[in-house]
C-alpha cells in the first residue's frame, strides 16, 4: 500500500535561517505532490504542485520554494524564512492531477515556527 | 473556476446525538468527486468519505454518511453517535474529472458536548 512520509513534525527556526521540509512516497511510481500551507485555524493554501521529476509549478509566489530531485521525493525550501513563513505544512500525494477519484493522501504534516 | 462553500464555521453537537455539516459547490461538469476530510488536533488529513458524482446512491462510512444532492450541488456530511473523537476541523472538497485541481472549502470546526 501507498505511505507518505513528510518530516520534521516540528521546527523552531530564526527569522533568516534556510528551511528544508521533505516528503516522500512509497508504493506507487510517478506521483502527483503537493505542498500546502494551513494557517492557524484557517483554510488550506496550495504553494506548489509537481507532476513529474524537476516540474514544479507555483501557485502563490513568495519566500519559499519547491524542488522534486527524485520521483517521489517533494523538497520545500527558503533561503531566508520570513517571520510570516510560521504556520503548518502539508504535503499530499494523489494518483490523477487533481485528485479524481482518490482524492488527496496526506502527510503528517510539520509545524513551523519562526521566531 | 469551482469553489467549494462551507457555511458554518463553528458547529457544536452533544456526544451521541447527529449532527450534519453542510457544503455547497459550484461547477460546470458533470462527472467529479466530493469528499469530507478530517483534520483532528493533531492536524493531519484524513479522508472521512467519499461521493462519485454519477452514483446516485449516497455514500455510507460506519457513522458517517453524506447527502449528496446533485442538482442542488449540496454535499453534506451527517455524523450519528457523536464521539468525542470527533472534534475536529471538517473540509469538504471537489475533484473534476477533466481538471488539475482540488478545491477545498474553508472548513468546519466540530465541538463534540460531553
Known amino acids: 500500500s501507498q505511505t507518505i512520509h513528510q518530516w520534521p513534525a516540528t521546527l523552531v527556526q530564526p527569522v533568516g535561517s534556510p528551511l528544508s521540509l521533505e516528503c516522500t512516497v512509497e508504493g506507487t511510481s510517478n506521483p502527483n505532490l503537493y505542498w500546502y500551507r494551513q494557517a492557524a485555524g484557517r483554510g488550506l493554501q496550495l504553494l506548489f504542485y509537481s507532476v513529474g521529476i524537476g516540474q514544479i509549478s507555483s501557485e502563490v509566489p513568495q519566500n519559499l520554494s519547491a524542488s522534486r530531485p527524485q520521483d517521489r521525493q517533494f523538497i520545500l525550501s527558503s533561503k531566508k524564512l520570513l517571520l510570516s513563513d510560521s504556520g503548518f505544512y502539508l504535503c499530499?500525494?494523489?494518483?490523477?492531477?487533481?485528485?479524481?477519484?482518490?482524492?488527496?493522501?496526506f502527510g503528517s504534516g510539520t509545524r513551523l515556527t519562526v521566531v | 473556476a469551482q469553489t467549494v462553500t462551507q457555511s458554518q464555521p463553528e458547529m457544536s453537537v452533544q456526544e451521541a446525538e447527529t449532527v450534519t455539516l453542510s457544503c455547497t459547490y459550484d461547477?460546470?461538469?458533470?462527472?467529479?468527486?466530493l469528499f469530507w476530510y478530517k483534520q483532528p488536533p493533531s492536524r493531519q488529513m484524513i479522508l472521512v468519505i467519499r461521493q462519485e458524482a454519477y452514483k446516485q446512491q449516497n455514500a455510507t462510512e460506519n457513522r458517517f454518511s453524506v447527502n449528496f444532492q446533485k442538482a442542488a450541488k449540496s454535499f453534506s456530511l451527517k455524523i450519528s453517535d457523536s464521539q468525542l473523537g470527533d472534534a475536529a476541523m471538517y473540509f469538504c472538497?471537489?475533484?473534476?474529472?477533466?481538471?488539475?485541481?482540488?478545491?477545498f472549502g474553508t472548513g468546519t470546526s466540530l465541538t463534540v458536548i460531553p
Open positions: 499530499a500525494w494523489s494518483q490523477k492531477i487533481g485528485g479524481g477519484r482518490g482524492g488527496y493522501t
Open positions: 461547477t460546470s461538469e458533470s462527472d467529479y468527486y
Open positions: 472538497a471537489y475533484s473534476g474529472n477533466t481538471g488539475n485541481q482540488f478545491y
